[in-house]
């Protein structure tokens, strides 16, 4: 856990740092050397570490970065140059921080400023049509037995979506944090004794485990359907609990192909406003017996990843919509308004506009809006060439033109119709 807290306290000084400080020249020959050796001493993989150190040293010898005397682009180059040899190696600069910064401090406390603003990684937590619960993502934050806020905030995300059929977890822009809070999360859905965590080889120190640092005393959630969102920005821990739940066959990852950024580590100061980010270890799954390192966690189904939600809310509803059940109309109901909106002939559209007692439907653009006294009004988007419209945003309103009348549908099978204004079916 230290690793991966050096890294993000590196990046809250990158960030505090003034934007418009000078920065001042260096010897890249030296800061060249200083990067080779930390890799040499600290790289997981010692065979690989003392190839790349002594690659480095070859090419600075030979005057590839001497032109380079500018940190921020010297830090650009060496990333460029090494992050394809593992997906988290890094090099940044910051210029140093003003004197009043450095009083105030960039350690532990303000990785933990940085977590509050940001609500511990969960941006949103919410139901979404058909009963499947929704939680969005953004970073895993770092806890520990006795530091309650971040675990807090996921129970209580998780507590507004226990009441539903499915959840989808959407990690598409996650670019990765801290394995205790995998471990947590994917301990919400697995069997206690379950034998799916990741295990850290990391150089010179013991063993370790995503398994959950603290207990789990909420009911698991063992048969609930589940499914990851993904995408090329998913890295780092967000792909460790993609990769986590696949390898389990616990859920369905949808989406693209993620980062391939699997070993963790964290950045080393090297001098001149410079560090390097390293490597010093690297998962194994228990069931593949390797990681996703490079290659990425591949998604189950493969789709846009902008399209990636609207599919997994169809994979989850035609699931449930198969089941038995009275919410099995609901489920079918929300699937068919997901669907692509059939084309209706505008001068179809404007022939159902009129009133049509406590309802007034009138056309815009080429969408018919549904209006009711002082309540918002609503967008009618087709779900066939017949009459058949649904609410946008309320699959469970359907509206069906039909005989010069407007009919409210329900799932249970009862509706109310409304007949159009007397003058009006006149006029037609």
């Known amino acids: 856990m230290k690793t991966l807290l050096a890294s993000i306290l590196g990046l809250s000084l990158a960030l505090t740092a003034p934007a418009l400080a000078q920065a001042q020249a260096i010897k890249p020959r030296a800061a060249v050397e200083k990067i080779a050796s930390v890799i040499q001493t600290q790289f997981y993989d010692e065979a690989r570490a003392g190839r790349i150190a002594r690659d480095l040293r070859a090419e600075a010898g030979r005057g590839k970065y001497d032109g380079l005397t500018n940190p921020s682009d010297f830090a650009v180059a060496l990333t460029t140059r090494l992050s394809p040899l593992d997906g988290h190696f890094r090099v940044s600069w910051s210029p140093p921080a003003p004197a009043e910064a450095g009083r105030q401090g960039a350690g532990p406390g303000a990785y933990a400023e940085h977590l509050r603003r940001i609500n511990y990684g969960f941006r949103r937590a919410e139901v979404l049509p058909g009963n499947i619960?929704?939680?969005?993502?953004?970073?895993?934050a770092d806890f520990t037995p006795g530091d309650e806020a971040a675990r807090k905030t996921a129970d209580a995300a998780l507590a507004l979506v226990a009441s539903t059929d499915a959840v989808i977890f959407d990690l598409?822009?996650?670019g990765g944090g801290s394995p205790a809070m995998v471990g947590y999360l994917v301990g919400r859905f697995v069997a206690a004794d379950a034998?799916?965590?990741?295990t850290f080889k990391t150089r010179g120190e013991p063993d370790s485990t995503e398994r959950p640092t603290v207990a789990i005393t909420e009911p698991r959630r063992l048969d609930t359907p589940?499914?990851?969102l993904v995408s090329g920005r998913t890295g780092s821990a967000a792909e460790s609990f993609a990769y986590t739940l696949k390898s389990a066959k616990r859920a369905i990852v949808v989406g693209e192909r993620s980062a391939g950024a699997a070993n963790p580590g964290g950045d080393v100061e090297v001098g001149d406003g410079l560090r390097v980010f390293v490597s010093s270890g690297t998962p194994i799954n228990p069931i593949t017996g390797k990681n996703w390192e490079e290659a990425g966690v591949a998604p189950d189904v493969e789709v846009p990843a902008k399209l990636a939600l609207v599919r997994a809310q169809s994979l989850a509803l035609t699931k449930l919509a198969a089941a038995p059940g009275a919410a099995s109309v609901e489920n079918r109901w929300a699937l068919e308004a997901l669907a692509d909106a059939p084309a209706v002939e505008p001068g179809k559209l404007a022939a159902y506009a009129g009133d049509y007692g406590?309802?007034?439907?009138t056309t815009a653009g080429e969408r018919l809006v549904l209006r009711q006294g002082r309540r918002p009004e609503a967008t009618l988007k087709p779900l066939d060439q017949g009459?058949?419209?649904?609410?946008?945003?309320?699959?469970?309103?359907?509206?069906r033109f039909e005989d010069g009348a407007l009919i409210m549908l329900r799932t249970d099978g009862s509706s109310s119709r409304y007949a159009r204004s007397m003058a009006q079916a006149a006029e037609k």
């Open 195 to 198: 034998n799916v965590y990741n």
């Open 226 to 228: 589940l499914y990851v």
């Open 172 to 174: 598409r822009e996650n």
């Open 387 to 399: 009459g058949l419209f649904v609410v946008e945003g309320a699959p469970l309103r359907r509206v």
């Open 358 to 361: 406590a309802y007034r439907v």
């Open 133 to 140: 619960g929704y939680v969005e993502v953004s970073e895993f």
